[in-house]
Every structure is written in structure tokens, then in C-alpha cells.
């Protein structure tokens, strides 16, 4: 794969020189992945990473709350990008963005854990976890059930409560917007935000990225047995989630072994996705 390294000294500047690239068609982009697959043809692998370059940026803005560069965040997820395009399988008849995506945050992720100086996090599996899905978790908890307790959390998670009070205590001392985002430059991660216009290629990273994680959880639910999915689906995938207590009636069962049969079920989901997003 050729190197890629981001140039200039601005935001601006790097987005000119990757928005002189055309996003590719299904068969353009299938016809390239195959070249590269098939032939190593590195010019078709060049032509995949730069017309994906903009997406990158996109999600690397996701991440700007941190307190990293912004292109140091992009240089990361362009990594993974490069990773992706390397694995691709266009057999698949999926966008390489779709597929792309799991890459390019998982190279930001790793990026972020071991740079991020404002709070010292830990490397464990549940820091990390908390680290990326605490905000997340708490606002699907919130509208979800309207129950957004550190127990809450932890359980929904599988994690310890008291890692959460504490991830919540870290995190709470957000980065204010008016920080310079490229010090000495005078450009504000203020400036930077993304209008709230829905541009076509967002669209199109959230439709790839819905249509994959769809498709990905039915085949995750598909592996479980017929009361794991009643009750995954009740609990979790539900417009109005079902508490343990009518479903505990439902199957005459305690609420207890609702909750374990709950756990258990999402573990096995949890499993079957990660190796989904690996392939």
C-alpha cells in the first residue's frame, strides 16, 4: 500500500486537497477492490483510500472532545482506512465504507488510549469500554427507560458501578469549546463544529453503517436460542423495553434468572458482533 501522510498545517488545507476527490460509484468501487485483491494493483488501492479520505475526517470529528489534534485524530483513522481497504472483500456486496468504519475507529480508539494526558484511564477491557460508551450508554438509557443510575449503567454495561462513578468523575471536566483545536492558529474547536445540514456523504456513512449493523445482528440473533431472542428482543431492541418483571411473568421464571438469561444472551451477541467486525 502506498504511504499516505496528511500535509499543510490546517484543517482547511487538508480538506482542499482530499475534496478534489470523487466519491466512487458501487461498480467503480467493487472494480478497483477486485484490481487490488486480485492483482496488487496499488494504483487501485490509492484510488479506494483517497475517494474515503472525507469520511475519515468526519469521524474523526466525532472524537474532538478529547483534546487531541484533530489531524493527528485523522491521520490515525486514515491508518485504518488503509487497513481496511488491505482486508476488503468486495465479494461481500458491501460498501467498503461500511466496512471501513469499524477500522478507522478502532485505529482512533487505540490512538486516543494511549495519548490522552488529561485523565489517566487504565488499559482494561471495562475502562476502555467506559471510556468510549459512558455518554452513549447514558443517553440510550435515558430514553429508553429514564433510568440513567450508575448502577444502571454498570449493568447494562457489565461492569462494576464503581468504575462507572469514577469513569463519570474523570470525564466530567469537558474540554471547552473555545480551547484552540491547533494551538497558535487561532481557529477554536468552536469553529470547527459540523453544520447541522446532513450532507450526502454523512447520509450515506449512516445508511452503510445501519444496513451492516442491522444485517450483523440478525445473523448475532439467529445463533441464540428461541427465549434468549424473546428476551433480547423484548429488553433491548424494543420501542417500549419491557421490564424484568413482566417478562418474568411471561415466562414463569424469577426475575433473577430473566436478568441472567439477559447477560448471558448479550455476551453471546457481543461475541458473535466483535467477530463480524473483524472479518
Same mark, same amino acid.
Given at each position: 500500500?502506498?504511504?499516505?501522510?496528511?500535509?499543510?498545517?490546517?484543517?482547511?488545507?487538508?480538506?482542499?486537497?482530499?475534496?478534489?476527490?470523487?466519491?466512487?460509484?458501487?461498480?467503480?468501487?467493487?472494480?478497483?477492490?477486485?484490481?487490488?485483491?486480485?492483482?496488487?494493483?496499488?494504483?487501485?488501492?490509492?484510488?479506494?483510500?483517497?475517494?474515503?479520505?472525507?469520511?475519515?475526517?468526519?469521524?474523526?470529528?466525532?472524537?474532538?472532545?478529547?483534546?487531541?489534534?484533530?489531524?493527528?485524530?485523522?491521520?490515525?483513522?486514515?491508518?485504518?482506512?488503509?487497513?481496511?481497504?488491505?482486508?476488503?472483500?468486495?465479494?461481500?456486496?458491501?460498501?467498503?465504507?461500511?466496512?471501513?468504519?469499524?477500522?478507522?475507529?478502532?485505529?482512533?480508539?487505540?490512538?486516543?488510549?494511549?495519548?490522552?494526558?488529561?485523565?489517566?484511564?487504565?488499559?482494561?477491557?471495562?475502562?476502555?469500554?467506559?471510556?468510549?460508551?459512558?455518554?452513549?450508554?447514558?443517553?440510550?438509557?435515558?430514553?429508553?427507560?429514564?433510568?440513567?443510575?450508575?448502577?444502571?449503567?454498570?449493568?447494562?454495561?457489565?461492569?462494576?458501578?464503581?468504575?462507572?462513578?469514577?469513569?463519570?468523575?474523570?470525564?466530567?471536566?469537558?474540554?471547552?469549546?473555545?480551547?484552540?483545536?491547533?494551538?497558535?492558529?487561532?481557529?477554536?474547536?468552536?469553529?470547527?463544529?459540523?453544520?447541522?445540514?446532513?450532507?450526502?456523504?454523512?447520509?450515506?456513512?449512516?445508511?452503510?453503517?445501519?444496513?451492516?449493523?442491522?444485517? &450483523?445482528?440478525? !445473523?448475532? %440473533?439467529?445463533?441464540?436460542? #428461541?427465549?434468549?431472542? /424473546?428476551? $433480547? +428482543?423484548?429488553?433491548?431492541?424494543?420501542?417500549?423495553? &419491557?421490564?424484568? !418483571?413482566? %417478562?418474568?411473568?411471561?415466562? #414463569?421464571?424469577?426475575? /433473577?434468572? $430473566? +436478568?441472567?438469561?439477559?447477560?448471558?444472551?448479550?455476551?453471546?451477541?457481543?461475541?458473535?458482533?466483535?467477530?463480524?467486525?473483524?472479518?
Amino acid at each position: 500500500m502506498y504511504e499516505l501522510t496528511l500535509t499543510g498545517n490546517t484543517l482547511d488545507h487538508y480538506m482542499a486537497q482530499i475534496n478534489q476527490y470523487k466519491l466512487l460509484d458501487r461498480e467503480t468501487e467493487r472494480e478497483l477492490a477486485l484490481r487490488y485483491r486480485e492483482e496488487n494493483d496499488l494504483e487501485a488501492a490509492q484510488r479506494l483510500v483517497c475517494s474515503n479520505l472525507r469520511f475519515v475526517v468526519k469521524i474523526a470529528h466525532e472524537y474532538r472532545a478529547y483534546g487531541l489534534k484533530l489531524l493527528d485524530l485523522i491521520q490515525e483513522g486514515n491508518i485504518g482506512l488503509m487497513k481496511a481497504v488491505k482486508k476488503f472483500n468486495p465479494e461481500r456486496n458491501n460498501r467498503l465504507i461500511s466496512y471501513a468504519v469499524w477500522w478507522i475507529r478502532a485505529y482512533i480508539h487505540n490512538f486516543i488510549i494511549n495519548s490522552w494526558s488529561m485523565v489517566k484511564i487504565g488499559t482494561t477491557q471495562a475502562r476502555r469500554k467506559l471510556f468510549f460508551k459512558l455518554k452513549q450508554t447514558q443517553d440510550q438509557l435515558q430514553r429508553n427507560t429514564g433510568e440513567t443510575s450508575d448502577d444502571a449503567v454498570a449493568e447494562y454495561l457489565h461492569v462494576n458501578a464503581a468504575e462507572v462513578r469514577e469513569m463519570t468523575t474523570r470525564l466530567s471536566g469537558d474540554q471547552s469549546l473555545d480551547v484552540e483545536f491547533i494551538e497558535g492558529e487561532g481557529q477554536t474547536w468552536l469553529d470547527k463544529l459540523a453544520s447541522s445540514d446532513t450532507d450526502q456523504e454523512h447520509l450515506l456513512i449512516e445508511s452503510e453503517e445501519e444496513s451492516s449493523r442491522k444485517s &450483523a445482528v440478525e !445473523q448475532a %440473533l439467529g445463533t441464540l436460542k #428461541s427465549r434468549e431472542q /424473546e428476551i $433480547v +428482543r423484548a429488553r433491548i431492541l424494543a420501542d417500549s423495553p &419491557a421490564t424484568l !418483571q413482566q %417478562l418474568a411473568e411471561h415466562f #414463569s421464571i424469577s426475575r /433473577e434468572r $430473566v +436478568r441472567q438469561v439477559e447477560k448471558r444472551a448479550l455476551e453471546r451477541l457481543r461475541t458473535c458482533m466483535e467477530t463480524h467486525a473483524a472479518e
